[in-house]
């Protein structure tokens, strides 16, 4: 029941990409350590519109398949070290292939292996109907998991529990979310109130606030409402006793909200950089009150496999719902179009069969 051609949408150069049909990769050409996943949902990440875009200093091995939070189901499989088997439901990550030996990969840190392969620059990803996927880094989806809100815990979720963790940022704390209206943000505010953190949701528009409030966020603060530095002074008035929250989780895309984070976050707060605006960026960080208010600046790389089953466990105990629109694989340019606008409300999931 395997068919001999899917629907891919495949990226020639950086001007876009055109859904066509390829030849699927059949089970009797698989690789070893390589299972063939039938994509049924696929989160849009603002990370895939980066990566065909070529705003980074990584770029993508052409022809490029992006799409890093792929659910689906196992319909074959040639890797007879793996525990995984036809039917099992998974998910593909951004971390597409790590060996799984070196010091790294020992201790947890997959993303950062030498050898690791990412959906989309020198991987196949997940906007494609049928993955020829690396067992070494595909996740088990919790079977009581809806398949298309699993998906943007694969990228969004694991990458913003893992950021709210590397902030230190304890129960009864407060935490600033840059970009909370968007598919990071959107799930950042759920798992910040799941860990006990009150959220200051920092956006802009009114769908936007009343998605964040509707989410849990204790405060709103409108981006353009601010503009440059008098952002400073609104996102502190919004904690209690006015000194700014104790982290933030930077998941704009836009290197605006790298300039003022150090500033707004109380003395002892740590800001942790995840969004990935184009190259150029940079942190803005005054180096006497950066000591003197004794402050952190961290950073944080999606997760590795446990943070993923953390994410995916907790969105399956019901604590986290990622808002998202399903639409169809074809709507896929107008989904990148309205990311690149800022209007999408949430995360926007492809149903690759629809
Ligand atoms: O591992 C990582 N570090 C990682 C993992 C996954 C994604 C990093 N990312 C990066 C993406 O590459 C991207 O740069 O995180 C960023 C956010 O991804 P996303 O959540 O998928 O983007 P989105 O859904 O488009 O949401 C972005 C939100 O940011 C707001 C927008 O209005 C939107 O709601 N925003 C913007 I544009 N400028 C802002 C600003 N100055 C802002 N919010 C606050 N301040
Ligand atoms: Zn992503």
Partial sequence: QIPKTQLAAVSDDASGFTIKEIPVVQPDQLEPGRALVK???????HTDLHVIKEDWPAKPERPCIAGHEGSGIIVAIND?????KIGDRVGVKWIAHSCNQ??????????????AKCSGINAQGSFQQYCPAYTSQLTIIPDNLDMAEAAPILCAGVTVYKALKRSGARAGQWVAIPGAGGGLGSVAIQYAKYMGLSSIAIDTGAEKKALTAKLGAAAWVDFK??????IVAAVKAATPDGLGPHAAIIASPKPEAYLT???YIRPFGTVVAVGLPPAGA??????????LHNKTLTSSYVGNRLDCNEALAIAAAGHVKTPIKVVPFKALDSVYDEMAKGTIIGRAVLDLFA
Avoid: Q, R, W
């Fill in 80 to 84: 007879p070290t793996s525990k995984l």
């Fill in 102 to 115: 070196c010091d790294y990969c020992l201790a947890g840190n997959e993303p950062l292996c030498a050898e």
């Fill in 225 to 230: 409402e601010h503009p440059g530095d008098a």
């Fill in 39 to 45: 994509i049924l949902y696929s989160g849009v990440c």
């Fill in 261 to 263: 984070a150090m500033e």
């Fill in 282 to 291: 940079y942190v803005k960080a005054d180096v006497f009150f950066t000591v």
